[in-house]
């Protein structure tokens, strides 16, 4: 399955071959299709020619959705060795619009996945790898109507985003998502940001020594001799964490003790825990997109356990948890109405055009987990078992798609300075 057609993704035109993005290989992974296959084919044609930079890109997708990270990420060096710039071309010709989009050399989950949102449009996107050392932009960077700025926040894109933010204050054509907007979104920065919006309820995050949390877990100190006035129930992850990697509720000292045994990051967050269990014992997870301040429902995930991920809360298999997802999007005017308050104010304070939450309801309001900009919002699931989604789904696209046509005409209208 291509973007434009229902070839595999190993099939090759004369030439290089066509760019595929992600979209294709998430929605196969989505409908449980084998990737196995297609990744070895288009690793024995790599092997045959290794000069098709289209080629390795798509193969280390490939590999990165088999999870084989530290293949993918080899392989994707030698296409961006080759060149920093791959075109998906819209699948709605002619296209209305040209978007150059900046993104992070990584694996699947550092980059805002706009192509998966954007699926079925009539938008170019022009990809370009941002150099994570020296000059973020080494290469030419090709004619567009508009740039999008992807690149998520990590260790390694940090001094990028910081190097890009005053060249693209001037830049000739619009930016979207500036890069100050994404260095807000770290936890601990984030959670400083939010801190008081109304209707907003974001525990505090803090990043702490390994070290400072020692003398807690061997009982010398309690934990409020470390974080004044807090207490047992928190949160603690790796900085670098991500999608519940080595993410854990820690109960005492005790619980501590065996975390900082087996997790051995010099750097973590920690934050306290809110339990927002519903009355039923269950914990419900909504992912809402932001499109220009704009509210749109993603998914809502109900699970037994606290740490609430998609694909985990077995929302494939239960037909009454799809059901509630159903009212969830179904409702979802009244769910934007009951926060719109807090739903306005994050985007503005964290100064992002498009931005993704994951949150709770409780008696406060919003309960936030998570600011980021490189979420995956898509309408790839099975149709047969969520006929509900892509109509709510499409909404957010459509959202989109105005939004940055929106903006490049804008700027074509404004007077030259």
């Known amino acids: 399955m291509t973007p434009s057609s229902q070839a595999s993704p190993a099939a090759s035109a004369q030439g290089h071959t066509p760019f595929y993005g992600l979209a294709p290989f998430l929605r196969m992974n989505l409908a449980a299709a084998d990737i196995g296959p297609i990744t070895q084919q288009m690793l024995e044609q790599a092997q ?10 798509n193969l280390a997708t490939a ?3 088999l999870e084989k990270q530290d293949t993918g990420l080899a392989v994707q060096g030698l296409a961006l060795a080759l060149t920093r710039r791959y075109f998906l071309p819209a699948l709605r010709q002619p296209a209305c ?11 699947i989950s550092v980059n805002t996945p706009l192509d998966c949102l954007l699926e079925d449009c009539d938008i170019d996107i022009e990809y370009y790898y941002v150099a994570l050392d020296g000059d973020p932009l ?28 005053p060249r693209l204050a001037a830049w000739p054509r619009p930016v979207v998502n500036p890069p100050r907007g994404i260095l807000n979104t770290a936890r601990n920065t984030a959670s400083d940001l939010l801190q008081g919006l109304d209707g907003v309820v974001m525990p505090p995050t803090r990043n702490i020594a390994r070290a400072d949390l020692l003398p807690a877990a061997t009982g010398d100190s309690g934990l409020g001799a470390v974080l004044p006035g807090w207490d047992y129930p928190v949160i603690l992850r790796p900085l670098g964490s991500h999608a519940g990697h080595d993410l854990e509720k820690i109960e005492d000292s005790g619980a501590l003790v ?10 973590l967050f920690i934050s306290p825990f809110v339990d927002y269990s519903g009355p039923d014992g269950l914990f419900r997870k909504f992912r809402i997109a932001l499109v220009d301040g704009q509210p749109f429902a993603s998914h809502m995930a109900v699970s037994s356990r606290w740490m609430v991920h998609y694909v985990n809360a077995q929302m494939y298999e239960d037909a009454a948890k799809r059901e509630e997802e159903a009212a969830f999007m179904a409702n979802f005017a009244d769910f ?3 926060h719109r308050t807090a739903l306005e104010a994050i985007p503005r304070r964290v100064g992002l055009d498009y931005v993704c939450i994951d949150c709770a309801e409780v008696a406060g309001g919003l309960l936030v987990f998570e600011v980021d900009h490189a979420m995956v919002v ?16 499409f909404r957010a696209r459509d959202a989109m798609r105005d939004y940055l046509v929106r903006r490049a005409a804008e700027a074509l209208a404004a007077p030259s300075r």
């Open 378 to 393: 898509h309408a790839m699931d099975p149709v047969d078992m969520f006929p509900y989604k892509p109509e709510t789904i």
């Open 97 to 107: 619009l040209r978007v150059l989009m900046l993104v992070a050399p990584g694996d």
């Open 258 to 267: 065996d975390y900082l045994v087996r997790v051995r990051d010099e750097q």
């Open 138 to 165: 080494p290469e030419p960077v090709p004619d567009h109507d508009l740039l999008v700025v992807g690149v998520g926040l990590f260790d390694a894109s940090r001094a990028a985003l910081e190097a890009l933010e």
């Open 48 to 57: 045959q020619g290794g000069d098709d930079p289209n080629l390795l890109m």
């Open 336 to 338: 934007a109405a009951r």
């Open 63 to 65: 590999l990165f959705c």
